[in-house]
């Protein structure tokens, strides 16, 4: 079992940047996976990036490439997304999760889900 805390959400004008961070308890953070997803108002949760056990992997969605960037510390049980160049359409409600051993992209894969954290960009 593991328990998935985000944050660091807020209101960024367009072009500003956010760091987002998901803090998990227990003692085997490194044996999960992680992902950030989100989900708009009247859209389906999509995937945005993923980072492997030791963060040596990292897979991310077309529209945040380039922008985004997940990383890990295992020694703080945290994993961040390093968001830049924000654009309106970042818009969202973003979740951490987290899967035993394989990074995956899909949200059907993930078994633990954080609460969420609101991310709005005004244009």
């Known amino acids: 079992q593991v328990q998935l805390v985000e944050s660091g959400g807020g209101l960024v004008q367009a072009g500003g940047s956010l760091r987002l961070s998901c803090t998990a308890s227990g003692r085997t953070f490194s044996s999960y996976a992680m992902d950030w997803f989100r989900q708009a108002p009247g859209k389906e949760r999509e995937f945005v990036a993923a980072i492997s056990l030791n963060g040596d992997s990292t897979v991310y969605a077309d529209s945040v490439k380039g922008r985004f960037t997940i990383s890990r510390d295992n020694a703080k049980n945290t994993v961040y997304l390093q968001m830049n160049s924000l654009k309106p359409e970042d818009t969202a409600v973003y979740y951490c999760?987290?899967?035993?051993?394989?990074?995956?992209?899909?949200?059907?894969?993930?078994?633990?889900w954080g609460q969420g954290t609101q991310v709005t960009v005004s244009s």
């Open positions: 999760a987290a899967r035993k051993q394989r990074i995956a992209t899909s949200s059907k894969e993930f078994n633990y």
